[in-house]
C-alpha cells in the first residue's frame, strides 16, 4: 500500500514495562516485539487482515490503536476497547 508504519513501543526496559502494565513475561523486555499504529487513511480491521496474512511465526495482537507483533510462538488476539 505504500504507506509510512509509526512504531509505537519496541525493547522496552522491565521497569518501564512495569510501569505501563505491560505482561511479565512480555516479549518487548526481550527485544522481540514492536508495537505499531494503524496507518493514517486505513481502517483498523483491514490493517489488522494485511498484518494477518504476512505475519504468520509469531503473536499478533489487535488492539483499537494497531498490532502487537512478536517473534514468539504462532498466536494471535484481539484486546480492541473502542
Known amino acids: 500500500m505504500g504507506v509510512p508504519l509509526a512504531i509505537n513501543s519496541g525493547y522496552r526496559t522491565t521497569a518501564h514495562n512495569t510501569a505501563i502494565g505491560g505482561a511479565v513475561d512480555s516479549y518487548h523486555v526481550k527485544g522481540m516485539a514492536a508495537d505499531i499504529s494503524i496507518p493514517a487513511g486505513m481502517s483498523s ?10 505475519w504468520t511465526a509469531g503473536g499478533l495482537g489487535y488492539y483499537d490503536w494497531g498490532c502487537h507483533f512478536d517473534v514468539g510462538p504462532s498466536r494471535s488476539w484481539d484486546e480492541r476497547t473502542a
Open 45 to 54: 480491521v483491514k490493517f489488522y487482515q494485511a498484518a494477518a496474512n504476512y
